[in-house]
């Protein structure tokens, strides 16, 4: 009798793991959907203005967590200018004047064209397993859809927030919604998805909502037109000279 309800007390125990994943294990599932050798990635920031709202549209490469390389598209008065990435640098160029400057220091946090958006948000696509300690809080329901609750704190000092709270689908493991804190506990940002498609063989957040809580407004909406994972890009594309071509 006792070797029976060990039996089923190992079992009960191998399915409570089953069903209640380690940070560790999230993070895996959730690096596995989002991230990639290389990224190539059209899309728009709608950014709600005061009066009115614009649109700008980029086209970005990316590969790893080194190096990315932006163009934007539109509108005309934007067009033209490009940002550069190579590991902890960030260049940009504007068309307008010619130029490339140096982007650094506490610059990186500020808005990108009036959006809720820093230059930081934009450039870094950490693998989160690389950069925080997980640790799963709970479950929760969000807008209907059942989400393991998981707290990250930065074990590295080259990341943007020292503290993030998601809320990640359990289906689909993707996080439907984050929280951003300063080191000192201050919320700096939130972000909310409200469309995830599945591409390529994983599921991947289409459209999102920024909202950064230091200043007014509705927030910036960030809409993918098109992404495409792993394919080779141009090692020329990663230099200073690519920002005047």
């Known amino acids: 009798m006792k070797y029976v309800i060990s039996i089923v007390l190992i079992i009960m125990n191998h399915i409570l793991l089953a069903q209640n994943?380690?940070?560790?294990?999230?993070?895996?599932?959730?690096?596995?959907?989002?991230?990639?050798?290389?990224?190539?990635?059209?899309?728009?920031?709608?950014?709600?203005?005061?009066?009115?709202?614009?649109?700008?549209?980029?086209?970005?490469w990316i590969e790893g967590e080194?190096?990315?390389?932006?163009?934007?598209?539109?509108?005309?008065?934007?067009?033209?200018?490009?940002?550069?990435?190579?590991?902890?640098?960030?260049w940009m160029y504007s068309p307008s004047?010619?130029?490339?400057i140096t982007i650094s220091g506490h610059?990186?946090?500020?808005?990108?064209?009036?959006?809720?958006?820093?230059y930081e948000d934009l450039m870094e696509d950490p693998?989160?397993?690389?950069?925080?300690?997980?640790?799963?809080?709970?479950?929760?329901?969000?807008?209907?859809?059942?989400?393991?609750?998981?707290?990250?704190?930065?074990?590295?000092?080259?990341?943007?927030?020292?503290?993030r709270k998601m809320w990640i689908d359990k289906e689909k493991y993707v996080p439907l919604k984050e929280e951003l804190y300063a080191k000192g506990g201050k919320l700096l940002k939130k972000t909310e998805v409200t469309e995830v498609k599945k591409v390529e063989g994983r599921w991947y957040p289409y459209e999102m909502i920024f909202k950064d809580m230091l200043k007014r407004g509705e927030g910036t909406e960030f809409i993918i037109e098109?992404?495409?994972?792993?394919?080779?890009?141009?090692?020329?594309?990663f230099s200073k000279a690519s920002l005047k071509r």
């Not at 709608?46 to 700008?56: C, E, H, L, N, V």
């Not at 950069?131 to 990341?159: K, R």
């Not at 098109?226 to 594309?237: A, C, D, G, V």
């Open 21 to 60: 994943p380690t940070g560790r294990e999230l993070l895996e599932r959730i690096d596995e959907n989002l991230n990639s050798e290389t990224k190539i990635v059209t899309s728009k920031m709608i950014i709600q203005g005061r009066r009115a709202s614009r649109t700008i549209e980029s086209k970005s």
């Open 66 to 90: 080194e190096k990315s390389f932006t163009e934007y598209l539109s509108p005309p008065r934007e067009q033209g200018t490009k940002m550069l990435k190579i590991e902890d640098n960030l």
């Open 97 to 100: 004047t010619d130029r490339i």
């Open 107 to 118: 610059m990186l946090r500020q808005s990108v064209m009036g959006s809720d958006l820093s």
């Open 127 to 163: 693998r989160l397993e690389n950069h925080y300690d997980p640790v799963v809080s709970g479950t929760d329901t969000l807008n209907g859809t059942v989400c393991w609750v998981m707290e990250l704190t930065a074990t590295t000092t080259d990341v943007a927030y020292h503290f």
């Open 226 to 237: 098109s992404i495409t994972f792993n394919k080779e890009i141009p090692e020329y594309l």
